[in-house]
């Protein structure tokens, strides 16, 4: 779920400084005003949006550093959890007379 949010907002950045890109170039080619004027702000308008879109690409980088740590995180919790229970289980099944013992371990080492 998450996914596909991310998903989402990194191409809402991306049309957002598009159509910031293309408004500037409109509005600076439609502007009275000589052709070095027009292509000299071009080229400030376009260097301002390079950087922009790098702080936006470190953003998104920073994000996912911090995303992929919350997920190690809640893996070696879930491994922890995982191995409590088949201890657990184990334990258990020590506990059981001959037969229910063989079957209780066997299904334990399965799951």
Do not use: C, N
Not at 13 to 40: C, H
Not at 76 to 83: F, M, N, S, W
């Amino acid at each position: 779920m998450s996914e596909r949010h991310d998903g989402g907002f990194g191409w809402f950045i991306f049309g957002f400084l598009l159509g910031g890109l293309v408004g500037a170039v409109m509005a600076l080619a439609y502007a009275p005003q000589s052709g070095e004027e027009t292509r000299q702000q071009i080229r400030e308008k376009g260097i301002e949006l390079r950087g922009r879109a790098q702080e936006a690409a470190e953003k998104a980088r920073e994000r996912i550093e911090e995303m992929e740590e919350q997920a190690r995180a809640q893996a070696g919790q879930l491994r922890e959890q995982v191995t409590k229970g088949v201890e657990s289980a184990r334990k258990a099944a020590e506990r059981l007379p001959g037969r229910k013992r063989a079957a209780a371990t066997e299904e334990a080492e399965t799951a």
